[in-house]
């Protein structure tokens, strides 16, 4: 039986899931957390499935050795391939991606019953969202769009202005456009990088449209899952609540990390790790 006491771990391909680190921080304020960035290996979401699985398993491995109580996968396009791989190699282990708590809001969110999913082009050609979503609304309108350049905006820290709108608005305008009565009003941000140019989409997209975060949604579940197998920490560690991973320079991973987490973090904090 896990410990309580111990920490979540969470991996992703890069800094993207610094985004589900903050809202699980915010949602479980005792909570400890091991974060594992593989920033050698990104993107995954251009590798092959396979690939990616095999890079899922190594990074989540290493959780496991460190005593993690619940593993969640922050990566889009690893929670889309790799999630039943990761739970049947780890059982018992909690193993909670970011797809299911992300389609299930979508589901709830749209009123005319047409959806868009944002991704890289692994978690659009993967069809992960899509089968999760028609399971629980087979009625849907669902279209898709790989938006790749929305990750090097966001690692750039290019967030705001022209150029990140002007990238926005030739990926997303005719898929917003149409007739009102069957015109998208739902937005799923399935990648991590972009909830932090949700501005910017915000403008392009018009204020019609509800954004669907991942992020929230899966730190409400990991909440719930912790509660109902009685895995919650009572007691906050003020001491070093949250450590940092890294597989590949500490430096550009604490400078980019920054923009996600809305802090400052310095190279010191990172810790360089070999898969």
């Known amino acids: ?85 990761l739970a049947q190699a780890f059982a018992p282990l909690p193993v909670i991606g970011v797809v299911e708590p992300g389609a299930a809001a979508a589901c709830a969110a749209t009123r005319s019953g047409h959806v868009l999913i944002t991704g890289t082009e692994g978690t659009v050609s993967g069809g992960a969202y899509q089968r999760a979503m028609l399971a629980r609304r087979p009625n849907l309108k669902i279209d898709a769009v790989a938006c790749p350049m929305f990750v090097a905006l966001a690692e750039e820290g290019w967030i705001d202005g022209p150029i990140p709108e002007a990238v926005a608005r030739r990926y997303l305008e005719l898929e917003l456009a149409g007739p009102e009565r069957t015109r998208v009003d739902t937005v799923v941000l399935g990648c991590t990088h972009f909830p932090v140019l949700r501005s910017v989409l915000e403008r392009v997209c018009g204020p019609t449209v509800t954004f669907v975060d991942s992020a929230q949604t899966t730190a409400a579940v990991v909440a719930d ?51």
């Open 1 to 85: 039986m896990p410990d309580p006491l111990s920490p979540i771990g969470v991996f992703d391909s890069g800094v993207g899931g610094l985004t589900v680190l903050a809202a699980l921080r915010e949602r479980l304020p005792n909570e400890r957390f091991l974060y594992l960035g593989d920033t050698a290996r990104l993107p995954y979401g251009s590798k092959s499935p396979d690939t990616v699985r095999r890079y899922a398993r190594q990074a989540a491995g290493k959780l496991v050795e460190r005593g993690v109580k619940l593993l969640v996968i922050a990566c889009n396009t690893a929670s889309a391939v790799a999630v039943d791989d």
């Open 225 to 275: 899952v912790l509660t109902r197998q009685r895995l919650a920490s009572s007691t906050p560690d003020p001491s070093n609540p949250v450590q940092l991973l890294a597989t590949d320079a500490p430096a550009r991973f604490a400078r980019v990390g920054s923009v996600f987490l809305g802090h400052p973090l310095t190279p010191t904090e990172v810790e360089l790790l070999d898969l």
